[in-house]
């Protein structure tokens, strides 16, 4: 695997505790020369401005949102689209997103989801598949 893909409402958004664990973990998925992008079901206005926030502070390459590219989750379009912005593969990508609906989405277009119910469940899955070291 050499992408990480995260939802942002439901798992990015949640805990100032939670958010730093996120930017910790984003930071050294990065730091290990893998690609991380944002993918979310958010209109392309300014409520979606704590979204892009991700990119402009350099935690992930890339942020689609659905209202951007015309197509929602679990529209295996809206993964072929994240895939092709982090130039990867689709089967090269991993999605973490709190909706399972998303993530059976994500696994018919080739990824690998991963269920997302909270940060210490997922460090686990997401340490292990990406071969990651260290506290988050």
């Known amino acids: 695997m050499r992408g990480l893909v995260v939802d942002h409402n439901g798992v990015l958004d949640g805990a100032e505790e939670d958010r730093r664990r996120w930017r910790k973990l984003l930071s050294a998925v990065r ?5 991380v992008a944002i993918v979310s079901n958010a209109p392309d206005d300014a409520s979606s401005d704590p979204i892009r926030q991700w990119e ?3 935690y992930v390459d890339t942020v689609v949102l659905s209202g951007e590219v015309g197509v929602e ?3 295996e ?19 973490v997103d709190d ?10 277009a ?6 997302y119910q909270q940060f210490d469940r997922m460090i686990v899955e997401v340490q292990n598949i990406f071969e990651l070291e260290g506290e988050f």
């Open 31 to 35: 730091e290990e020369g893998l690609a």
């Open 56 to 58: 402009k502070d350099g």
């Open 73 to 75: 989750k679990p529209d």
């Open 77 to 95: 379009k809206i993964f072929q689209e994240v895939a092709s912005r982090l130039e990867l593969p689709v089967n090269d990508l991993v999605l």
């Open 99 to 108: 909706s399972i609906i998303n993530v059976k989405g994500a696994v018919e």
């Open 110 to 115: 080739g990824m690998i989801g991963m269920y």
